[in-house]
């Protein structure tokens, strides 16, 4: 990413949390000046190189003394930054040091080692504000188990159930995400030019192991230069978390209408207004994160369809991935921090929950009235009728079940029936198991 992307326009909305730091150009110069001095210190450890020139290299891989932009220059005639950098590396090492910077390296081993290392940086804040988003759910499950409010299914009112179950499917939802995450292996990458390591003789297999070691990544089996599933993994696992973002800030959008007013994002002066209405409150947290979120699909399918290498090295598809990386760690990650700000600061309105269901006359109850009647088709067709006929003339479903003779209850019945507190089912032992659950992972 870009530094004007960093403070540029829409940094507002589209960067935002701590992941953004960790994929932006000084941050991705940072990792490939570690790897570099990482491998020099591995290639040591294996008696490869002098620790002399292992510590010299060190010395000089230190960011400040690289201009990212000048290196972006630098890069246009080769189609890559780390030519440039590797350049302007030994020339600050002594002449009889400089060969072993970047020692039987490549450009991609450095590159995706370095994007490995980005983006295991990245994810730290990013799971941080997933797991928060967690947090926040359990909270909300746990408080709310036994708040009845109007299921949805297609848009419409369902049956009823819990908010507690609801937030209760948040939680299950990111902590899934978040496994997703965790499970990820980010490997070193180190081939040489064409996977074999060749310029080490018969030992360059030694230092993946090292290098793993000193940059707290993963060891892969052989190198993987033509082998994109680290990254595709990275990618869809990325893509994962966002789409659960997405759903659960487009049902906080949702509960905000004012049609609604179940839910509402904090209040703050300022957040959510408008340049033309000033009764508005946008639920500026969940748009926000929805925007970032919608941009993330895209990104995945690039990835993915990337993954088409040419024999031992790609010709352009390799590039892409660069800052398609950095953008689906940024978006991610913002849209994470949007989450968080909107669940942490969430406020639940039982009462309306509570009207909300009243408005619906009844009808969101017929599934209980088939059950108590039996469970039959002709039950089935006494209520259809029923809910008709209080669709139709604006009345209730008591009124319309009463007044039918073929419906064999009492109006104690009938109210017991319409009681959205009585068909809640599993609702609550759900809940618990996603408290649990969460936990546990925990």
Request: aromatic share 4%; proline share 6%; hydrophobic share 50%.
């Amino acid at each position: 990413m870009t530094s004007s992307a960093r403070h540029g326009l829409f940094s507002g909305m589209f960067a935002r949390g701590g992941a953004v730091p960790e994929v932006s150009d000084a941050a991705w110069l940072a990792a490939m000046l570690d790897v570099e001095a990482a491998l020099a210190a591995a290639q040591a450890t294996a008696g490869l190189v002098p620790w002399e020139a292992a510590l010299a290299v060190r010395e000089a891989c230190r960011p400040e003394h690289f201009a990212p932009a000048r290196l972006g220059c630098a890069a246009a005639p080769t189609g890559n930054p780390v030519i440039p950098l590797v350049a302007a590396l030994r020339e600050r090492l002594k002449p009889e040091f400089r060969k072993f910077a970047h020692y039987g390296a490549t450009s991609q081993d450095i590159n995706d080692t370095a994007s490995m290392l980005v983006a295991a940086r990245a994810l730290a804040p990013l799971a941080a504000d997933l797991s928060a988003c967690a947090d926040a759910c359990a909270l909300l499950a746990a408080e709310h188990r036994d708040t009845v409010m109007a299921g949805r299914t297609i848009l419409q009112h369902a049956v009823p159930i819990t908010f507690g179950l609801k937030a209760a499917g948040w939680l299950s939802a990111l902590n899934h995400g978040l496994a997703g995450l965790a499970e990820l292996r980010l490997p070193v990458q180190y081939g040489g030019a064409a996977g074999t390591l060749a310029v080490l003789g018969g030992r360059g297999h030694e230092v993946p192991s090292r290098l793993a070691a000193e940059l707290g990544l993963a060891e892969p089996v052989l190198p993987w230069h033509a082998d994109r599933t680290p990254i595709a993994r990275l990618a869809c696992a990325l893509g994962t978390a966002a789409g659960v973002i997405g759903k659960i800030s487009t049902d906080v959008k949702l509960l905000s209408q004012p049609e609604v007013a179940e839910a509402a994002e904090p209040s703050a002066p300022g957040r959510g207004g408008s340049s033309a209405m000033p009764h508005k409150r946008n639920p500026v947290g969940a748009m926000s994160a929805l925007a970032c979120v919608q941009r993330v699909p895209g990104l995945v399918a690039s990835v993915l369809g990337g993954m088409a290498h040419e024999h031992e090295r790609a010709t352009g598809l390799w590039q892409a991935e660069w800052e398609t990386l950095s953008d689906l760690l940024r978006l991610t990650g913002s849209a994470a921090s949007w989450l968080r700000e909107a669940l942490e600061g969430l406020t639940v309105d039982t009462a309306r929950m509570r009207a909300n269901l009243d408005t619906t006359r009844g009808l969101l109850m017929a599934e209980h009235v088939v059950v108590r009647l039996g469970g039959t088709p002709q039950a089935r067709a006494l209520v259809d009728a029923a809910c008709a006929r209080a669709a139709d003339d604006g009345s209730t479903l008591r009124d319309a079940l009463l007044a039918d003779p073929r419906v064999e209850l009492t109006p104690g019945e009938v109210d017991a029936a319409l009681d959205p507190a009585s068909y809640l089912g599993s609702a609550g032992a759900f809940v618990d198991r996603a408290l649990r659950a969460h936990a546990n992972r925990a």
